[in-house]
T-cell receptor, first 114, second 115 residues
Framework: ETGVTQTPRHLVMGMTNKKSLKCEQH?????MYWYKQSAKKPLELMFV???????ENNSVPSRFSPECPNSSHLFLHLHTLQPEDSALYLC?????????????FGPGTRLTVT | AQTVTQSQPEMSVQEAETVTLSCTYD???????LFWYKQPPSRQMILVIR??????QNATENRFSVNFQKAAKSFSLKISDSQLGDAAMYFC????????????FGAGTRLTVKP
C-alpha cells in the first residue's frame, strides 16, 4: 500500500446522478492530484492542489468539481456526466509540488457512466 | 507541448531474462525529470525509477536500470532477471522543470512475464 486511499473503488452512475469520489493520504504530503486513466490512453492530469490551494485545472469540464478541505483529503464531485467520462480516476500525492518528488498513487475509482 | 511516446503497447519476457521497454519524449527544455511507474493488475501505481535530466549517469535501482539518451530524447527501462511479479503496465512519465504542475505520461506498455 502506498498510503493513499480512495473510495469508492467502483462506482456506476447515471448521467443525471451526483456523486463524489474521495481520496485520503496518510503521508503528511502537501500536494494532491486527480488523474483520469482511460483505456489505451496516457494518464491525464486533471487538477493539482498545493497546500489546499488549486494550482492547476487542465481544461477539465465543469461537470467535474474538485474540493480540498485540508492537505490530507481531496474530493472530486461529479454531476451530469457523459458516457465518455467512464474511466479509472486516480488520486496521487507528493511531499511537495517540486518536480523531483515522486507521486504516490491511490488504487483508483473505476467509474462507469450509464 | 511535451509528449511522451511508448511505442510498445505490449511486451513479453521469459522469467529470468532481460527486457527493455522504450520511451521517447518531446521537449524543448533542458531541465526536467523522467520517471518509470509500474501499475500491477488491480494494484496501485508505484515509482520504479527516476532520472534527473542534468545527470549524465543512468539511474539504477536493483534489477531496474535506465538508458537515458538526452540528445535522442530517449529513456528506456531495462529489467534484468525478470520475475513473475514484474508483470504489470509500465508508464514512462516526464515532469518539466519549469512548471511543477506539468506531468505527462505515456500510454503504457503491458509487460507479460512467462514462467
Amino acid at each position: 500500500e502506498t498510503g493513499v486511499t480512495q473510495t469508492p473503488r467502483h462506482l456506476v452512475m447515471g448521467m443525471t446522478n451526483k456523486k463524489s469520489l474521495k481520496c485520503e493520504q496518510h503521508l503528511g504530503h502537501n500536494a494532491m492530484y486527480w488523474y483520469k486513466q482511460s483505456a489505451k490512453k496516457p494518464l491525464e492530469l486533471m487538477f493539482v492542489y498545493n497546500f489546499k490551494e488549486q494550482t492547476e485545472n487542465n481544461s477539465v469540464p465543469s461537470r467535474f468539481s474538485p474540493e480540498c478541505p485540508n492537505s490530507s483529503h481531496l474530493f472530486l464531485h461529479l454531476h451530469t456526466l457523459q458516457p465518455e467520462d467512464s474511466a479509472l480516476y486516480l488520486c496521487a500525492s507528493s511531499q511537495e509540488m517540486s518536480r523531483r518528488h515522486e507521486q504516490y498513487f491511490g488504487p483508483g475509482t473505476r467509474l462507469t457512466v450509464t | 507541448a511535451q509528449t511522451v511516446t511508448q511505442s510498445q503497447p505490449e511486451m513479453s519476457v521469459q522469467e529470468a531474462e532481460t527486457v527493455t521497454l522504450s520511451c521517447t519524449y518531446d521537449t524543448s527544455e533542458s531541465d526536467y525529470y523522467l520517471f518509470w511507474y509500474k501499475q500491477p493488475p488491480s494494484r496501485q501505481m508505484i515509482l520504479v525509477i527516476r532520472q534527473e535530466a542534468y545527470k549524465q549517469q543512468n539511474a539504477t535501482e536493483n534489477r531496474f536500470s535506465v538508458n537515458f539518451q538526452k540528445a535522442a530524447k530517449s529513456f528506456s527501462l531495462k529489467i534484468s532477471d525478470s520475475q513473475l511479479g514484474d508483470a504489470a503496465m509500465y508508464f514512462c512519465a516526464y515532469r518539466t522543470g519549469y512548471n511543477n504542475n506539468d506531468m505527462r505520461f505515456g500510454a503504457g506498455t503491458r509487460l507479460t512475464v512467462k514462467p
